[in-house]
């Protein structure tokens, strides 16, 4: 199976860039497509989905969300980080069966 | 609009089995298939694997090839996990979620299982 690997957590200002990395054991990259997408969950709620496909923005999320990356490297950038954002985030591989999530990390205020 | 509406929550006991759905509206239930993620209290997301909405087949990961099964029915747009024998590393929240390009695009709002004696 593929291992995500992410910092448990992340402490963050308002109004400042947070970076939130996942590194992947093996390269989830084919024909061009990095199958890496990131999800937000606050407690008690569901996941949602922000970034498809390595960068690119899911329905009704705003800009202030990215994701980058490619290979087995792969960033989401908040910015700037809002007070509703603080939340945790996961990464999760769909290149080789079976799907795969990182450990998740929990953003924090500083 | 889109919806995955699932069933409320279980309090159940060790080796016991329980069966919880997840109703779909506002799309067609056999364009896209339907998954299963288990999130233990305090921990991250664990794939759990999907069935194919138009043939009914289930994939299971690993970890859920023993006692858990996914099922459909199609008429009621409704899709199913049964967990048999419950244990209590089973004590968590599960999710349905629709699956698209690989990612997750909607997902229900999950059912707390807790297995206690």
């Known amino acids: 199976d593929i291992v995500l690997t992410q910092s448990p957590a992340l402490a963050v200002s308002l109004e400042q860039r947070a970076t939130i990395s996942c590194k992947t054991s093996q390269n989830v990259d084919n024909y061009g497509i990095s199958y890496m997408h990131w999800y937000q969950q606050k407690p008690g709620q569901q996941p949602k989905l922000l970034i498809y496909?390595?960068?690119n923005l899911a329905s009704g999320i705003p800009a202030r969300f990215s994701g980058s990356g490619s290979g087995t490297d792969f960033t989401l950038t908040i910015d700037p980080v809002e007070a509703d954002d603080i939340a945790t985030y996961y990464c999760q591989q769909s290149k080789d069966y079976p799907w795969t999530f990182g450990g998740g990390t929990k953003l924090e205020l500083k | 609009q889109i919806q995955l509406v699932q069933s409320g929550p279980e309090l159940k006991k060790p080796g016991e089995s329980l069966k919880i759905s997840c109703k779909a509206s506002?799309?067609?239930?056999?364009?896209?298939?339907m998954q299963w993620v288990k999130q233990a209290p305090g921990k991250g997301l664990q794939y759990m694997g999907w069935?194919?909405?138009?043939?009914?087949?289930?994939t299971y990961a690993d970890d859920f090839k023993e006692r858990f099964v996914f099922s459909l029915e199609t008429s009621a747009s409704t899709a199913y996990l049964q967990i048999n024998n419950l244990k209590n590393e089973d004590t968590a929240t599960y999710f349905c979620?629709?699956?698209?390009?690989?990612?997750?695009?909607?997902w229900g709002q999950g059912v707390m299982v807790t297995v206690s004696s």
């Open positions: 506002g799309y067609t239930f056999t364009d896209y298939a």
């Open positions: 496909e390595g960068s």
């Open positions: 979620a629709r699956p698209k390009m690989g990612s997750s695009d909607y």
């Open positions: 069935i194919n909405t138009q043939t009914g087949k289930p």
